[in-house]
């Protein structure tokens, strides 16, 4: 701010000494003069948009900097200093937007800014971990695109692949990672039906037997509400709550 105005008042002066040039009627004084009073004209446009950045910098308002961001435009290759503040407006917006699930135009704003720095927070933290239900150790992936490694063909007709055979275990209590069955509690190998509040679950028929025959909390004694409750204040049906 302090270097814009030392250049406002240098284009100022040079504009008023073109003024006395164009007063004794030199054409030369003419150009001077207008070419001065462009650049105070962006020297002032500069010194009152940082003025702009920084009153909305201190009320943290990264709407109203990332809307000017839209309007005004960075250019392709901005300074290290402006794209510190950009991965920071950015980074603050988007914990906004996750936390009003607004998750599209959360992956429309690292869209909008091509920049390495912006397109590496989104990768961050994308790991969903799982652990055993019995013992709570954490499961790492055998099986998916992660972790599927390439197969190559063996002979005519034939595919060889390194994928582990056999069900999956646990590497802490080595037992199958499938899910238990809340009510009849053996290993649910099929489709599995689970509450979205406890994460309770197991075999549909047997989830929807248990409600159908009038219990209204989680079988597996946790007190759990599964069903639910609806606007009114009356419990959910079972078949639609578990669906």
């Known amino acids: 701010v302090a270097a814009s105005s030392g250049s406002s008042r240098g284009a100022l002066a040079a504009a008023r000494g073109a003024g006395a040039v164009v007063a004794v009627g030199d054409d030369r004084g003419q150009e001077v003069m207008e070419e001065c009073l462009g650049r105070w004209r962006q020297a002032w446009c500069l010194e009152t948009l940082r003025h702009v950045v920084a009153f909305h910098e201190e009320r943290n308002d990264v709407g109203m900097l990332l809307a000017l961001v839209a309007v005004l435009g960075v250019g392709s290759d901005p300074d290290p200093r402006i794209k510190r503040k950009l ?84 590497v802490g209590c080595h037992r199958r990672r499938m899910p238990p069955c809340a009510v009849c509690g053996e290993d649910v190998r099929g489709l599995w039906v689970a509450c979205q509040i406890c994460g309770h679950g197991g075999h549909p028929t047997h989830i929807r037997e248990w409600f159908a025959g009038g219990e209204r909390r989680c079988p597996a004694g946790c007190g759990c509400h599964c069903l639910g409750f609806s606007d009114d204040g009356r419990e959910k049906g079972g078949e639609k709550a578990v669906l």
């Open 87 to 170: 991965t920071r407006w950015v980074q603050g917006a988007s914990d906004v937007l996750a936390r009003w699930q607004s998750f599209v135009s959360r992956a429309a704003l690292f869209r909008s800014l091509p920049f390495a720095e912006i397109q590496a927070l989104p990768q961050r933290d994308t790991l969903l971990y799982l652990r055993c239900a019995y013992c709570r150790a954490n499961i790492e992936p055998s099986r998916g695109l992660c972790s599927r490694p390439a197969a190559w063909k063996t002979g005519v007709g034939s595919v060889s692949s390194s994928l582990p055979s056999g069900r999956p275990t646990c």
